[in-house]
């Protein structure tokens, strides 16, 4: 660390650094609030979207049970197209969004496939969806975690360590030029007392 130098100039650009950081300080600790609010929500639509997905999968699974019949290839019945993704800035972190899935159905002939399958296509392509969705969520929430921990760290940088030192420092040069203030009034007063004393 450098040395400091105790004058009257370091003790005012201590003050003014002082200031600018607790000025700073509540701008970010508004910000630190929100992305943890946005994290918070964030994280819970990503459960919701958990949860909607189990219970598709369920409800598809129980209407179609003959889905677990090995030897039917549905490998190729649904086809991802295109996945359109647009980003969001939110609080200075950038987020994406899915905005549209195009998936196709394979054709097939209606005397080849059983009459469930298009049924099942449909359900597969919201399957499909709602996977992307969840992935799309889940970099949300990772990119939202570690904004929050950079404000975190940021907010616990100046209320902990920056404001609490420049405090110090002021405190030191302040205690330090009252000190030669002091000696100073002594040494006037020695003098003069000096100065009187070869009069008597």
């Known amino acids: 660390m450098a040395k400091i130098a105790l004058n009257k100039s370091a003790l005012s650009r201590e003050k003014q650094r002082r200031s600018s950081y607790e000025r700073y300080l509540p701008s970010l600790e508004m910000k630190q609030k929100q992305l943890l609010a946005e994290r918070k929500q964030a994280q819970l639509l990503l459960r919701e979207q958990e949860s909607r997905l189990t219970q598709l999968e369920t409800d598809i699974a129980a209407r179609l049970p003959m889905l677990t019949v090995e030897s039917i290839d549905l490998s190729q019945l649904i086809t991802v197209d295109e996945v359109a ?89 302040g205690l330090f030029l009252a000190d030669q203030e002091r000696a100073g009034v002594v040494r006037s007063k020695l003098a003069k007392q000096k100065q009187q004393e070869p009069d008597q």
């Open 85 to 173: 993704l647009a980003e969001e800035n939110l609080l200075g972190t950038k987020l994406p969004q899915l905005q549209a899935v195009h998936c196709s159905v394979t054709p097939y002939g209606y005397l080849a496939r059983p009459h469930w399958f298009d049924e099942l296509s449909e359900a597969l392509q919201e399957v499909v969806r709602l996977r992307l969705e969840r992935e799309v969520m889940t970099v949300r929430v990772q990119r939202l975690e570690k904004a929050a921990r950079t404000i975190t760290q940021r907010v616990n940088l100046f209320s902990k360590v920056l404001i609490p030192q420049a405090s110090a420092t002021i405190k030191r040069i």
